[in-house]
């Protein structure tokens, strides 16, 4: 079974600029999770989709967005890009609200922001 | 509020056993969870705790006691491939995992 698949891998971009991260999903799971992990930080809750709706958001600003696909794929968008935005974006799923709630992560984006 | 608590450094030796503590405030509990992530890497499931006491998977164990809003992470018979970061994380009414900054924990022979 192929586990939670994220690219690109490394992404480097200037200040002001936008980033798109992407992420899939194990087969069958409908919630998907980003969260942000800067140097030194522990991970930090970005936003949670399931079946296509945003059910939460952490303690973002809003140009930090996404939405999830019908194929529940999902997608990061950051906009008007600053240092600080520099860290591991990780995705992780779990198959919704039943269950354990066990989360399965992906391998991150690591984003640089120049 | 919301809080979750944990060391930021742990040492220990080869062979010995390590406990990590974790210690948490929230409303609304839906289970704790520990991860283990290597550097570079992501992180990886360990255990999962929503009711009081011990669970043992092999050298991993994990207890959890909610009136205290207090877990542990023990890890027996370390090896050098243990030396990575903890992480402990609560669910909170079924919405995303709210993470401690992580344990660093170095194993030497």
């Known amino acids: 079974e192929a586990g939670v698949t994220q690219s690109p891998t490394h992404l480097i971009k200037t200040r002001g600029q936008q980033a798109t991260l992407r992420c899939s999903p194990i087969s069958g799971h409908t919630s998907v999770y980003w969260y942000q992990q800067a140097l030194g930080l522990g991970l930090q809750f970005l936003l949670w989709y399931d079946e296509g709706e945003e059910r939460n958001r952490g303690n973002f600003p809003p140009r930090f967005s996404g939405r999830q696909f019908p194929n529940y794929s999902s997608e990061l968008n950051v906009n008007a890009l600053e240092l600080e935005d520099s860290a591991l974006y990780l995705c992780a799923s779990s198959p919704g609200l039943a269950g354990r709630h066990e989360q399965f992560f992906g391998p991150g984006t690591r984003l640089t922001v120049l | 509020g919301q809080n979750i608590d944990q060391p930021t450094e742990m040492t220990a030796t080869e062979g010995a056993i390590v406990q990590i503590n974790c210690t948490y405030q929230t409303s609304g509990f839906n289970g704790l969870f520990w991860y283990q992530q290597h550097a570079g890497e992501a992180p990886t499931f360990l255990s999962y705790n929503v009711l009081d006491g011990l669970e043992e998977k092999g050298r991993f164990s994990s207890f959890l006691s909610r009136s205290k809003g207090y877990s542990y992470l023990l890890l027996k018979e370390l090896q050098m491939k243990d030396s990575a970061s903890y992480l402990c994380?609560?669910?909170?009414?079924?919405?995303?995992?709210?993470f401690g900054k992580g344990t660093t924990l170095s194993v030497s022979s």
């Open positions: 994380a609560f669910n909170q009414a079924g919405t995303a995992l709210i």
